[in-house]
């Protein structure tokens, strides 16, 4: 199971320079790539400039609040795994951490077992959310269960039929969609004009990126 994170990168923010450069190796064990932050504001910047999978972060920085951090990662994506490193036992704010969805609380000093499980909850999260979308287009996922598009941790609503139309992408991935099922599963009952279509397709691409979705010839539709 542990394999499966050898193509993940994870945020690392730690303000103990001397413990970070022990436990770096270590997680370089199980990921691809670790980002090592000793502040929030580093770790605000790898999180604008790089793709990260899982997230660890001790509670206890320098005039800062790792616990603070999490909520406001959680305020734009609930799904990316979270593991809290804590100096010692602190029940308010193990208590007040309940809320935020963490993935494991681990007191340090941390040892190579408790690592790999808390690695697994990781494995384990990644994998159910995986499970319940299908990749579309340009980073985009459809989630079934929620009825939405996912970037990145960032969710976008849809209209009916944006909806209808995600829908339709999602179970012809690889087929091209003809204007006839557009209007038989997005349109439904509802006359579509060429220009009604035309619209309609431009919004699309004006929302979630030009290449989102192409057009072939005049035969019909493919995901970018």
């Not at 450069?21 to 000793?38: D, H, R």
């Not at 609040?65 to 308010?92: A, H, M, Q």
């Not at 699309?204 to 192409?214: Q, S, W």
Request: glycine share 4%; net charge negative; charged share 30%.
């Amino acid at each position: 199971m542990i394999e499966q994170l050898k193509s993940k990168q994870m945020l690392f923010i730690e303000d103990d320079e001397e413990l970070s450069q022990m436990m770096i190796p270590i997680f370089k064990v199980f990921v691809k790539e670790v980002f090592y932050a000793p502040s929030l504001a580093d770790a605000k910047e790898i999180l604008n400039e790089q793709h990260i999978d899982l997230i660890f972060t001790d509670i206890h920085l320098k005039n800062e609040n790792g616990l603070d951090f999490v909520k406001e990662i959680r305020s734009t994506n609930e799904e990316i795994p979270i593991i809290v490193l804590s100096g010692y036992k602190d029940e308010p704010l193990l208590l007040k951490a309940i809320p935020l969805g963490l993935t494991d609380y681990l007191i340090k000093p941390v040892n190579y077992t408790q690592l790999t499980i808390a690695f697994e909850k990781c494995i384990q999260k990644i994998g159910k959310v995986s499970q319940q979308r299908i990749l579309l287009s340009n980073g985009f996922e459809y989630s079934v269960d929620e009825k939405k598009l996912v970037k990145e941790g960032v969710w976008y609503e849809l209209k009916k039929k944006e909806l209808l139309f995600m829908e339709l992408l999602s179970k012809n991935k690889n087929r091209l969609i003809t204007k006839e099922m557009i209007q038989d599963c997005v349109w439904e009952a509802e006359d579509m004009s060429d220009a009604a279509l035309y619209n309609f397709i431009m919004r699309i691409r004006n929302r979630f990126g030009k290449d989102f979705i192409h057009m072939i010839s005049n035969l019909g539709y493919r995901l970018g």
